[in-house]
C-alpha cells in the first residue's frame, strides 16, 4: 500500500525515473508510509492508442474516482 498505476505517452528513461522518484517521495511525505510499502508501474501508450486503450477502457468508466480530470480539479 499503496500502488500507483501511470499511463502516460512515451518518455525516455531518465525523464521516468524521475518522476516516479519524486511521485514515491510525495507519498512518503504526505501519506506517511515508509518507501518499502510503496509500488510504481509506469506503462507507456503512443498517442494514437490513447484514446481507445486508456480513455475509453480506464478513464471513462471510473469517472467517479477521478481526482483530476483533463487538468480540472474534481475535488
Same mark, same amino acid.
Do not use: H, R, T
Given at each position: ?12 528513461? *531518465? ?56 487538468? *480540472?480539479?474534481?475535488?
Amino acid at each position: 500500500m499503496p500502488y500507483i498505476a501511470i499511463k502516460a505517452y512515451p518518455k525516455d528513461e *531518465e525523464i521516468k525515473k524521475k518522476v516516479v522518484d519524486e511521485i514515491n517521495e510525495i507519498f512518503v511525505k504526505y501519506w506517511g508510509c515508509p518507501k518499502e510499502a510503496i509500488s510504481i508501474s509506469m506503462e507507456e501508450f503512443a498517442p494514437e492508442e490513447w484514446e481507445s486503450s486508456v480513455v475509453k477502457l480506464q478513464i471513462e468508466p471510473n469517472l467517479d474516482k477521478m481526482m483530476i480530470l483533463s487538468g *480540472e480539479k474534481k475535488y
